[in-house]
């Protein structure tokens, strides 16, 4: 390693102001990252000045994802490099949540990672259309459905898709994470099994959505598009017309879907893993 660049590992809690400089945000804005973290590293120069900061939270099929990065100048190549490869000896197999400014691309695909995804922000005006769920599955409105079980499993369907993490008892109750619970829908098996998962909430008069989850058995049923519909029309009702879904993951079939719908790109932020070792 350059003589001119030292890294060191510290408490994810000692996160927060470093985070906060990186994303140029409030530390209050950025504490989450830092307590869902279980470890962390800075880079510094000779004169022990910070070049960037990551931290790693768990991710339950895809190691743990690297948040944070280094800040632009002559040296965040170097330090980018030198963090994304620090995190991968000792956890394995990492990823990053790439923002443009924090991480350079040329550091990371130069060293061997490859794109595996993507968070998306898609905006536009609400799809008018009724899709009926598959054969066998039941839609219902989230706040219907009490027990936190099966909550618990309509949320765990996310979890193998790159940028989704652990699921937690507390996600699934009324409120968490901002969504209403009268506008999430939530689809069950003929067992009562959840088995997919679209949460809303309404934003400043915009319909807000989460890309649905779906379990892996129904994901060619069409369920995650019947999905999506059941929240529209209930964003419909509310008066919305306008709707803006988030996506962590999603695979290029289902972009195409949700593009043809007529929504748009107006964010992304790429994903990249480490190469697997061995």
Request: net charge negative; glycine share 10%.
């Amino acid at each position: 390693m350059s003589a001119q660049l030292s890294l060191l590992s510290l408490l994810p809690e000692d996160l927060p102001p470093l985070l906060a400089g990186l994303y140029e945000a409030p530390e209050e804005a950025v504490a989450w990252m830092a307590g869902a973290s279980v470890a962390a590293w800075v880079a510094l120069n000779d004169e022990e000045v910070l070049l960037g900061a990551i931290g790693a939270r768990p991710s339950p099929h895809w190691g743990a994802e690297l948040v944070g990065g280094a800040f632009p100048g002559p040296t965040q190549y170097a330090a980018a490099l030198a963090l994304a490869q620090a995190a991968q000896a000792d956890l394995g197999r990492v990823y990053a949540f790439a923002e443009p400014h924090l991480w350079p691309y040329e550091a990371l695909m130069g060293a061997g990672w490859r794109e595996v995804g993507a968070y998306r922000r898609l905006t536009g005006r609400m799809p008018l259309r009724h899709l009926d769920p598959p054969a066998g599955v039941t839609l219902h409105p989230l706040a219907a459905v009490q027990d936190l079980a099966v909550r618990l499993d309509a949320l765990t369907t996310f979890e193998d898709r790159v940028g989704h993490h652990a699921v937690l008892p507390e996600f699934a109750i009324d409120g968490a994470a901002g969504f209403d619970s009268h506008l999430s829908c939530i689809a069950l098996d003929d067992q009562g099994r959840g088995i997919g998962l679209c949460r809303a909430s309404i934003e400043d008069g915009l319909g807000r959505m989460d890309s649905p989850g779906v379990h892996s058995d129904w994901r060619a049923s069409g369920l995650r598009a019947a999905l999506l519909d059941a929240v529209n029309s209930r964003l419909r009702a509310a008066g919305i017309t306008q709707v803006s879904l988030d996506s962590w993951g999603d695979t290029a079939a289902e972009l195409a879907h949700d593009l043809k719908l007529g929504l748009h790109v107006v964010d992304e932020t790429p994903i990249y893993s480490a190469p697997l070792s061995g």
